[in-house]
Nanobody
Framework: QVHLVESGGGSVQAGGSLRLSCAVS????????IGWFRQAPGKEREAVATFYIGERSLYYADSVKGRFTTSQDNARHTVYLEMNNLKPEDTAMYSC??????????????????WGQGTQVTVSS
């Protein structure tokens, strides 16, 4: 059982930056992946970044590559998504999720068992 709580969303102008946080608690005795997902109105949910906790990100979506960066603070049991040079098309509900690690971290939401409540990111032009 893993509990995830996101924070850090908000409104920002295009070109600005935000840092999302995902606090992880509960059973951390097993290896797991962290995924950042987003879903905008009229769009399918998509993986933004996935990584094996304790390691650097294994995946960034092409649309965010070079602009978004994942990191973690092990002492605080928190993972981060740093978003730079934000664009209006980045506007979405962002969620973090945890799933089992089986040698790689899936890009598909169905493989993530635990989800945070989501945090809204709105980017204005």
């Amino acid at each position: 059982q893993v509990h995830l709580v996101e924070s850090g969303g908000g409104s920002v102008q295009a070109g600005g930056s935000l840092r999302l946080s995902c606090a992880v608690s509960g059973d951390t005795s097993t290896s797991y992946c962290i995924g950042w997902f987003r879903q905008a109105p009229g769009k399918e949910r998509e993986a933004v970044a996935t990584f094996y906790i304790g390691e650097r990100s294994l995946y960034y979506a092409d649309s965010v590559k070079g602009r978004f960066t994942t990191s973690q603070d092990n002492a605080r049991h928190t993972v981060y998504l740093e978003m730079n040079n934000l664009k209006p098309e980045d506007t979405a509900m962002y969620s973090c999720a945890a799933g089992s690690y089986g040698g790689s971290c899936s890009l598909h939401a169905v493989f993530y068992n635990y989800w945070g409540q989501g945090t809204q990111v709105t980017v204005s032009s």
